[in-house]
């Protein structure tokens, strides 16, 4: 199994690609961290890795929250002795982010503040922890937003997956030599509960973004994490600073 005996911090756990994750991650021989704010579908996770013979335990945990993300990692080093991998997933896309011209600052705030504010907290507490053991995989969430503009802007989600690729690249260079990698992922559209409580119940918003899409389809939470799984495993020892664009073909594609 690819992650036997890895120990894996997977935030945003309780739904979408982070309840994915936590499975597949089990499944491949990790012992899974799951955390996540909501505490009913973080358990629900949780139970659905053990029913499946995994290993898992749920730390209740607000990534923009210093406190919270303080508490969560340290017990979740109590409980397995180590952290192997941090797997950055949990992020936010409200409905009421547009362009900056009609983006509300406490919108922007709170976006910035789970997206950017999140991984730089979960970096800050999981890192000292990495450096003690010499070794280490840090995997963060980005976005195909941040590379490309779009005429129907959602200012602040674009800007906060800017800032996790930038930040992603300074921590390769930082800790690599002390054994740590740090690589960030770019998902293409996933249909995932956030997705398509914001766009695929809109029937005409989903079209004109599936007419852009070589694939012909929206990805699948499983095309992003089985790169994630790969980024966790030793296979990807070589891979740091990568930003690894897992988005069906829709950034390459002119018109």
Sequence with gaps: MRLQDKVCVITGAGSGMGRVACG???????????????????????????????????????????????????????????????????????????????????????????????????????????QRQGRGSIINVASFVALVGCSVPQDAYTASKGAVIALTKSLAIQFRPQGIRSNAICPGPIETPMMTEWLLKDEAARDVRLSRQPSGRFG?????????????????????????????????NYF
């Design 220 to 252: 699948r939470p499983e095309d992003v994490v089985n790169c994630a799984l790969y980024l966790a495993s030793d296979e990807s020892d070589w891979t740091n600073g990568a930003v690894l664009v897992i988005d069906g073909g829709i950034t390459s």
């Design 24 to 130: 597949v991650f089990a499944r491949e021989g990790a012992r899974v961290a799951a955390l996540d704010v909501v505490p009913d579908a973080g358990a629900r996770t949780v139970a659905e890795v053990r029913a499946g013979g995994g290993e898992a335990t749920f730390f209740p945990c607000d990534v923009a929250d210093e406190q919270s993300v303080r508490t969560a990692m340290a017990a979740a080093v109590d409980r397995y002795g180590k952290l192997d991998v941090l797997y950055n997933n949990a992020g936010i896309m409200p409905a009421e982010d547009h362009s900056v011209i009609d983006t509300a600052v406490a919108v922007w705030d709170r976006v910035m503040a789970v997206n950017v504010r999140g991984i730089f907290l979960c970096c800050k507490y999981a890192i000292p922890q990495m």
